[in-house]
C-alpha cells in the first residue's frame, strides 16, 4: 500500500513521521512526503491508495480532495494547525463540502471533533491527536530547577520581520487589505510594531538577570532578530523540544508554544498587557489574543512589569502551582490530546491495507516531476523555505531530527 502525505510547513509537520514511515514500512505500507506545489505530479507518480492533506483551504489544498476523490482516492485531513475551535473557526477548517468527499478526518481533540460530529460527520472522525504531541515526545520532561534561570521567548511576527516565506511590500500588504475590505487585519500588523515595543522594554528591565532564548517563529527571519538583539540567546535549531529542554519559563503571548510548554510542565507567563492592542485585533474572539478555545488565555496575567518582576521571583514549582489551580495544563490536553498518535495511525492505516489492491508507480511522469521540482528550485527557492523535499538531504536530515 501506498500513502502520500503532503506537508505545507515542514517546521511544524515533520514530527514523528520519521518514526510513522519506519512502523508502516515494516507493515510493507511506504509513506511519501510531498510538499503541496507538487501535489498533482506527486499522485499521478506515486499512484497512491490514501491521500493525507493538512488543510481544506480553498487555494491550498481543495483541488488535491477534488482531484483524488475523482480518481477514487481515499482521502484523509489532519490538520496542520490546530487549538482555535469556535464555531467560525472551524466552520472555515472544515467545509462542508469537502468533508463530504473526504474518507477520515483525524482530529487533535474532542473539542476539535466536536463540530464534525455535530454535523452528522461522526463516522468519519477519528480523535487520532496530532504525531507533535504523541506521548512519546514527553517520556523526557523538561528540568524542574528551583530557581528561575532561563526564560524561553517565542516570537509572533510574520511582516516586519518575515523571512522568505512571509516578507510583504508593507504598503502593498495595506493596499490589498484595504481594498478587499479586510482592514480589520491591518490590526494585526500593528500588533507586530508593539509586541516589538513590549519586548524591547521586558528585556531591558528582565535581560541582565535571566538567560534569555529567544525563538524566532518560522515565518521570520532569524537574522533580524540576531541583529536587533545580539547580547541575547537567538536559538538556532527547529525543534521546540530541544528549545524547551533548558527553559523554566515561558513570556508567551497566544502562541501555540503555550500548548508545547505546558505539555512538559513548563509555566507560560503571558505579556499580553504589555502590548498596546488595536481594538479590531481584542474584538477577535475566534482567533486573537482572548480566543475562547485559544492558547493565549493558558498563561499567568501580570498586569504590569512589577508583577512580572514578582513573578519571576518566585520558584518554578510555585508557578507550576498556579498554573495548576488555573487549570492549564488539563486544559492544554483539552486543546491537543497526549495520547499514542503513533500507535492509532499505524493501526488505522493497517486496516485499510486489508482492503485494499496493489498499484504500480507510474513511472513516465518521472520526468514531469524532476521538471515540476527544478522549477520550483530554480524561480521560486525564496517564496518555499517552508517547503519539504524528498530528495533534499537538509530535508531528511530535519525529518529524522524531529523523530521520537
Not at 260 to 289: C, H, M, Q
Not at 302 to 318: C, D
Request: glycine share 4%; charged share 30%.
Amino acid at each position: 500500500m501506498k500513502i502520500i502525505w503532503i506537508i505545507d510547513n515542514k517546521f511544524r509537520e515533520l514530527y514523528g513521521l520519521y518514526d510513522l514511515k519506519k512502523n508502516l514500512l515494516e507493515h510493507k505500507i511506504e509513506l511519501f512526503l510531498f510538499n503541496i506545489p507538487v501535489w498533482k505530479t506527486a499522485i499521478d507518480l506515486v499512484n497512491p491508495h490514501i491521500v493525507v492533506v493538512p488543510n481544506l483551504a480553498k487555494r491550498s489544498c481543495e483541488p488535491i480532495v477534488k482531484y483524488a476523490s475523482k480518481k477514487k482516492i481515499k482521502v484523509f485531513m489532519h490538520s496542520s494547525e490546530g487549538m482555535f475551535y469556535t464555531e467560525e473557526v472551524q466552520r472555515d477548517k472544515y467545509p462542508i463540502h469537502l468533508i463530504k468527499k473526504i474518507n477520515k478526518v483525524l482530529a487533535w481533540s474532542k473539542m476539535d471533533a466536536k463540530f464534525l460530529i455535530n454535523k452528522g460527520f461522526k463516522n468519519k472522525v477519528i480523535i487520532s491527536g496530532n504525531l507533535k504531541f504523541s506521548k512519546e515526545n514527553y517520556l523526557k520532561k523538561a528540568k524542574n530547577q528551583k530557581k528561575i534561570k532561563v526564560i524561553g521567548i517565542p516570537t509572533h511576527s510574520r511582516v516586519i520581520s518575515g523571512n522568505g516565506i512571509s516578507k510583504q511590500n508593507i504598503p502593498s500588504l495595506i493596499r490589498h487589505l484595504v481594498e478587499n475590505h479586510e482592514a480589520a487585519r491591518i490590526g494585526y500588523l500593528t500588533f507586530e510594531i508593539y509586541y516589538i515595543e513590549a519586548l524591547v522594554k521586558i528585556l531591558k528591565e528582565i535581560g541582565k538577570n535571566f538567560q534569555i532564548v529567544i525563538k524566532v517563529s518560522p515565518f521570520e527571519d532569524r537574522k533580524i532578530y540576531e541583529k536587533a538583539f545580539p547580547e541575547f540567546n537567538i536559538y538556532q535549531g527547529e525543534d521546540i523540544r530541544d528549545f524547551l529542554k533548558d527553559i523554566d519559563v515561558i513570556l508567551n503571548v497566544y502562541s501555540s508554544t503555550s500548548v508545547d510548554a505546558l505539555k512538559y510542565r513548563i509555566p507560560v507567563i503571558s505579556i499580553t498587557e504589555f502590548i498596546d492592542w488595536d481594538k479590531s485585533v481584542l474584538a477577535d474572539k475566534n482567533r486573537g489574543p482572548v480566543a475562547k478555545h485559544g492558547a493565549g488565555i493558558l498563561s499567568i496575567q501580570p498586569k504590569n512589569m512589577t508583577e512580572l518582576k514578582k513573578l519571576l521571583k518566585k520558584s518554578k514549582k510555585e508557578l507550576i502551582k498556579l498554573c495548576e489551580r488555573k487549570d492549564f495544563f488539563k486544559k492544554a490536553d483539552e486543546l491537543a490530546i497526549t495520547s499514542g498518535t503513533l500507535d492509532t495511525l499505524t493501526n488505522l492505516f493497517l486496516e485499510y491495507k486489508k482492503k485494499i489492491s496493489p498499484s504500480n508507480f507510474n513511472y513516465f511522469m518521472l520526468f514531469k516531476y524532476v521538471a515540476v521540482t527544478l522549477r520550483q528550485v530554480l524561480f521560486r527557492r525564496k517564496r518555499i523555505k517552508q517547503l519539504y523535499d524528498f530528495w533534499s538531504f537538509k530535508d531528511r536530515k530535519l525529518l529524522k531530527s524531529l523523530k521520537f
